[in-house]
């Protein structure tokens, strides 16, 4: 009786075990059939499956916690999701979308932002094995807030290019043909900042979206108004600035530590 009873536990904890690892396969799907529709030319299709690929990684993490269903092979198989989805598969995308004109000298370009984005995830995993993650602060910048940067960019440019019927910020409009003309210098230059120990905010952490003056409130409603009538256009600019915004504060904290000291 004992033993039937230790079986039928033993299959609640594999059952309650695998549940999140559904979400996480279903993240490195995502990013499978994104590489596979850039293929066939399907640029928008592919993007938005990398978005499937965001909702499955929010979703993996929360669902393990709340069912206390959190195992080291977990963690491990949420980072090789992750590398196939926010690494490969936009760095794959980038070459087919913008860098292929440039020929032999593309390839570096897709190296480093794939290699970066391995560093990235392995550093993560060493940090929280060891128990110095912070749940506030990420030291560089995220693999998928690097993933953000490129498929919004593609989804934004297609937008001016006739690909979709979707409404564009005609300032940003405006300025795509020349991004697009830096589009190296950008994926080197998120690459770098992944591998960098410049410090971000967590956005998954209720720092990333506190409210604490009037001036937080308007913010907070503009970016929801855009992310509501311009989605594409308002999701680039947010994980633009929200790259941009590690290396403000990064300034910010040597300069004040700098003028303390004085």
Do not use: H
């Amino acid at each position: 009786m004992e033993e039937e009873i230790k079986k039928i536990d033993s299959i609640k904890n594999k059952t309650k075990n695998a549940i999140p690892s559904i979400f996480t396969l279903s993240n490195m799907a995502c990013g499978l059939m994104s590489i596979l529709s850039v293929s066939n030319n399907q640029y928008i299709t592919a993007c938005y499956f990398i978005i499937g690929s965001y909702i499955m990684d929010i979703l993996d993490g929360r669902v393990a916690r709340f069912i206390g269903a959190e195992t080291d092979i977990g963690v491990e198989l949420d980072s090789f999701s992750d590398w196939i989805s926010f690494g490969i598969a936009p760095a794959y995308m980038m070459y087919e979308f913008a860098l292929k004109a440039y020929g032999i000298v593309a390839y570096p370009v897709v190296l480093i932002y794939v290699i970066c984005g391995a560093l990235r995830l392995a550093r993560f995993n060493l940090k929280s094995l060891s128990g110095q993650s912070s749940k506030t602060f990420f030291q560089g910048l995220p693999i998928p807030a690097a993933a953000g940067i490129l498929i919004f960019f593609v989804l934004s440019y297609s937008i001016i290019e006739g690909d979709t019927s979707s409404k564009a910020i005609s300032l940003l409009s405006a300025q795509m043909p020349f991004l697009y003309s830096i589009i190296p210098f950008i994926i080197i230059g998120i690459s770098l900042l992944m591998v960098s120990t410049v410090p971000y905010v967590a956005m998954k952490s209720n720092t990333m979206f506190r409210v604490r003056s009037p001036l937080g409130i308007i913010i907070s409603v503009s970016l929801i108004f855009l992310i509501f009538f311009y989605p594409q256009n308002a999701l680039f600019v947010f994980f633009l600035l929200y790259a941009i915004s590690g290396i403000v504060y990064f300034f910010y904290r040597l300069f004040s530590s700098k003028n303390s000291s004085f």
